[in-house]
């Protein structure tokens, strides 16, 4: 099984002079649960190359056992240094996308014509795909075959506009996502900040925060898996 992940490459944090990124627990985590399930990844950003780390993401008090295994991981940090430019991967050569979020992929993915081409093909192709956190702003143009948008009366989650005020960057963002998601016409669901909340819908698996990132990982694995026993048995 093959899983491309798609990384920000966007380091500008508005124009408050902060460096923004990915966030690293975010790619971390999923990252473990493909790899400990043998699943091969690629990972892509729409400039390639070595993506920016969120550096608020490696300070202690949002360190994790998975952010340390992966700074101690030389194959994976070999993969990071060299991600895929966006424009050159294909959605046949993968099972499954996921986007890991950070605020970085709020200013490049959400706008990136190849990112939601990307993601429409994986839709058009019957995949199913997961984003997390801001990624799930990732979704705002993205439409489905029938040229409707991907989101509309889809349930989904992300970062929730309270968890943003918590970290106190409502006014920097270009939008909120849990407003976004709801003026699209989708069904935001959330739970308390910084809860673990996963939403699945159709071929859209969507977690909220950094938290989410893993059991997000962890579901898309089971659809997958509960798809393949499925088309085994027809």
């Not at 550096?55 to 340390?68: A, H, I, M, Y």
Request: proline share 5%.
């Amino acid at each position: 099984m093959k899983v491309l992940m798609v990384i920000t490459s966007h380091d500008q944090l508005g124009n408050t002079g902060r460096k923004t990124g990915f966030w690293l627990e975010e790619l971390a985590a999923p990252y473990y649960v493909f790899k400990d399930a043998g699943v091969e990844i690629t990972l892509a950003s729409p400039k390639g190359g070595r993506p920016p780390l969120d550096p608020k993401s490696n300070e202690p008090e949002f360190r994790t056992d998975l952010t340390v295994r992966f700074e101690q991981d030389k194959a994976a940090e070999a993969q990071l240094d060299k991600t895929l430019r966006l424009d050159s991967v294909r959605q046949e050569d993968f099972d499954t996308l996921f986007y890991p979020g950070g605020h970085g992929p709020m200013w490049d993915l959400a706008e990136d014509k190849d990112s939601i081409k990307l993601i429409e093909s994986f839709i058009a192709a019957g995949k199913t795909i997961a984003v997390v956190c801001h990624s799930t702003g990732a979704l705002r143009h993205v439409k489905t075959p029938d040229g409707k948008l991907l989101v509309q009366g889809k349930e989904v989650t992300g970062f929730t506009n309270g968890e943003e005020e918590e970290v106190g960057l409502t006014h920097v963002v270009p939008f909120l996502v849990e407003d976004e998601m709801m003026k699209l016409g989708a069904v935001f669901s959330k739970v308390a900040n910084w809860g673990v909340h996963v939403v699945s819908d159709g071929q859209l698996i969507t977690g909220q925060n950094p938290h989410s990132s893993g059991p997000a990982a962890k579901t898309l694995m089971a659809a997958l898996k509960q798809k393949a026993t499925t088309a085994r048995a027809s």
